[in-house]
Structure formats: structure tokens, C-alpha cells
């Protein structure tokens, strides 16, 4: 009997070992199991979700940058046809400048001209004069023949 009470005390202990570890030991153990493998789904519900919202933001950087590059290259383009029409407008009083330099040169020019006209009338007069009162050998005064003299210098 020996045997079967020791079998029995054996069983009876097996069944209590096992009732103790179901209810102590496997309950908690399987909700600790149940909730990490909760944590881990949620983990990778999280990684799934960064994933795609990182996609997300590569392709928003991607049209930001691509706006960029085209407003970029919008202002590029219209400081190059204002740096055009800077040139244009430099060319144009550049020409206006040169005509009005011109103009002044040749009017100055002008006056000169009649000046110096003017000059040689008058030194023409007085060799004239100095040549008539040789032929006529007598001194014609200047003064006194005012008019006549400015009649001569009118007709040369």
C-alpha cells in the first residue's frame, strides 16, 4: 500500500501543483502575455502609422520643394527681364544724353562760328577803313562815320 498511498499523495499534490499554478501563476502570466502582445500590436500600429505619415511628409517636402524650385525660378526670370529692361532703359538715355550733347555742341558750335564771323566782319571793316583812308589819304574817324561803317559791315 505503500505504493498506492505515495501514488496517490503524489497525484493529489500534481493536481494542487497544477490548480496553483492555474490560478496563481498562469492567470497573471497569461494576462501579462495578452498585454505585451497588446503593447507589441499597438507598437507596430505605430510604426505602420509613422511609416506611412513619414511617405506623407517626404511627399509634402518633395511639392514644397518643387514650389521652391519653380518660384525660384519665376523670380529668377523676372529679375532677368527687369535687369533687361535696366539695360534698355541705360541704352535709351544714354542715346537721349548723346543727342542732347550734340545738339549743345552744335549750337555752342554755331556760336563760335557767328562769333568768329562777327570778329573777321569787324577786322575786315577796320581793313576797309585803314585801306580807304590810304586810297583817300585822309584818316576816316570811326566815330564820326558810325553808320556808314555799320552799313559796310552789314553788306560783308
Known sequence: MNITLTLVAQILTFVLLVW????KLWGPLTKILEDRKARVAEGLAAAE????????????????????????????????????????????????????L????????????NRAREQLRG????????GASKVLEREIDPKAHEQALKELVAQI
Open 20 to 23: 496553483f499554478i492555474n490560478a
Open 49 to 100: 502609422r509613422g511609416r506611412h505619415e513619414k511617405e506623407l511628409a517626404e511627399k509634402r517636402a518633395e511639392e514644397e520643394l518643387r514650389q521652391a524650385k519653380q518660384k525660384a525660378a519665376e523670380i529668377i526670370a523676372q529679375a532677368q527681364k527687369r535687369a533687361t529692361e535696366i539695360v534698355d532703359e541705360a541704352k535709351t538715355d544714354a542715346i537721349e544724353e548723346g543727342s542732347r
Open 102 to 113: 550734340k545738339a549743345a555742341a552744335e549750337a555752342e558750335i554755331e556760336q563760335e562760328f
Open 123 to 130: 577786322q575786315v571793316a577796320q581793313l576797309v577803313v585803314m
